[in-house]
């Protein structure tokens, strides 16, 4: 049987420094601090909710983040 691969830490990093930003600038500062999986999505939007480590969320409304949660 194969080995169950050890998932990538997730940086240290809280979601929440990214509430009020730019969607924009939010995204290029998640990417620089590690995140290899940045997903903006609309309020409301329907999603899965599996977790998935290395994936850092943010809900975005009128431009700006509204919410950010890891998974």
Excluded at 9 to 20: F, K
Excluded at 31 to 49: C, D, F, Q, Y
């Amino acid at each position: 049987m194969a080995p169950i691969p050890t998932p990538s830490a997730e940086p240290d990093d809280s979601p929440d420094t990214y509430v009020g930003l730019e969607a924009d600038r939010a995204e290029h500062l998640a990417r620089e601090r590690g995140w290899p999986t940045v997903r903006s999505l609309p309020p409301g939007a329907i999603i899965t909710m599996e977790y998935r480590v290395g994936r850092l969320n943010f809900e975005v409304r009128g431009g700006r983040v509204a919410r950010a949660w890891k998974g």
